[in-house]
Nanobody, 122 residues
Framework: VQLQASGGGLVQAGGSLRLSCAAS????????MGWYRQAPGKERELVAT???????TYADSVKGRFTISRDNAKKTTYLQMNSLKPEDTAVYYC?????????????????WGQGTQVTVSS
């Protein structure tokens, strides 16, 4: 079971990026999915979350600029980032609270993706 994040890159301030995070493996169900970010020298912080019913939460710093969504059939969550600012520069990580078939039984666990770099130039 793994989460694969993609879509990061270099963009100028005011630009947009769309991150994707796809889950794969023997997944039985996916509950909450989310995006976090970690800037150099700072702790990892919550960016946005979405429940399997579609309810969302956002950090105050991204409200009105970022939109989280998910496609349950594709086991994928997206983060649309608009009006990007230099302070949004960070490695972005996705996570998902999932029930998976571990082979010897089912387990519920939070899985993390590998991170994708977002750099916003001024």
């Amino acid at each position: 079971v793994q989460l694969q994040a993609s879509g990061g890159g270099l963009v100028q301030a005011g630009g947009s990026l769309r991150l994707s995070c796809a889950a794969s493996g023997t997944i039985l169900s996916i509950w909450d999915m989310g995006w976090y970010r970690q800037a150099p020298g700072k702790e990892r912080e919550l960016v946005a979350t979405i429940t399997n019913g579609g309810s969302t939460t956002y950090a105050d710093s991204v409200k009105g600029r970022f939109t989280i969504s998910r496609d349950n059939a594709k086991k994928t969550t997206y983060l649309q980032m608009n009006s990007l600012k230099p302070e949004d520069t960070a490695v972005y990580y996705c996570n998902a609270d999932m029930v998976v078939d571990a082979g010897w039984g089912n387990i519920a666990q939070v899985f993390w993706g590998q991170g994708t770099q977002v750099t916003v130039s001024s």
